[in-house]
T-cell receptor, first 111, second 110 residues
Framework: NAGVTQTPKFRVLKTGQSMTLLCAQDMNHEYMYWYRQDPGMGLRLIHYSVGEGTTAKGEVPDGYNVSRLKKQNFLLGLESAAPSQTSVYFC??????????FGSGTRLTVV | DQQVKQNSPSLSVQEGRISILNCDYTNSMFDYFLWYKKYPAEGPTFLISISSIKDKNEDGRFTVFLNKSAKHLSLHIVPSQPGDSAVYFCAGNNFNKFYFGSGTKLNVKP
């Protein structure tokens, strides 16, 4: 049982480049989330999904897009990366008891 | 505006003593709260939760207290162990979205 898997684990992008972060969960959870973690800011919600085919904005959605074409996958896209998007990104899934299950994170650096 | 605040960025405690981590929140709609523990290079892992209808929940060495009138919760770890050294996040839930504090780094000294 892998839980929540994030790929890639590390990535360096140049300003203006695009990329997609993949989150996969094998727990059949309906809810999935993307957070970013920055020093002194804790975890801030970027986008989330309450089921296959649905997405919604969180606290800091600007500069990001998401898609949930399959229940087990939640993709986070950066269309034109900026240095302000340098962060650690965490994906999580949730099914209504005991909170989220988190992935191990993706460390993204935009230069 | 942060709905959940952890005002102490760090805490250092001697092994065997009590660790008390504090958290304040502003959203009265939160219906339950959780504490997560995070080690470097890993994702946060669930530690303990408490419903808004309770004022205390205990699980082994970990106890969470909730004071709704003060919009304050705390996590007590007794006795503290070196393996407890990590960053602790509190979070409040509103409509299946969790809002996190900025974390408190706990260092338990042997």
């Amino acid at each position: 049982n892998a839980g929540v898997t994030q790929t890639p684990k590390f990535r360096v992008l140049k300003t203006g480049q695009s990329m997609t972060l993949l989150c996969a969960q094998d727990m059949n959870h309906e809810y999935m989330y993307w957070y970013r973690q920055d020093p002194g800011m804790g975890l801030r919600l970027i986008h989330y999904s309450v089921g296959e085919g649905t997405t919604a904005k969180g606290e800091v959605p600007d500069g990001y897009n998401v898609s949930r074409l399959k229940k087990q996958n939640f993709l986070l896209g950066l269309e034109s990366a900026a240095p302000s998007q340098t962060s650690v990104y965490f994906c999580a899934s949730f099914q209504g008891n005991y909170g989220y299950t988190f992935g191990s994170g993706t460390r993204l650096t935009v230069v | 505006d942060q709905q959940v605040k952890q005002n102490s960025p760090s805490l250092s405690v001697q092994e065997g003593r009590i660790s008390i981590l504090n958290c304040d929140y502003t959203n009265s709609m939160f219906d339950y709260f959780l504490w997560y523990k995070k080690y470097p290079a890993e994702g946060p892992t669930f530690l303990i939760s408490i419903s808004s209808i309770k004022d205390k929940n205990e699980d082994g060495r970990f106890t969470v207290f909730l004071n709704k009138s003060a919009k304050h919760l705390s996590l007590h770890i007794v006795p503290s162990q070196p393996g407890d050294s990590a960053v602790y996040f509190c979070a409040g839930n509103n409509f299946n979205k969790f809002y996190f504090g900025s974390g408190t780094k706990l260092n338990v000294k042997p």
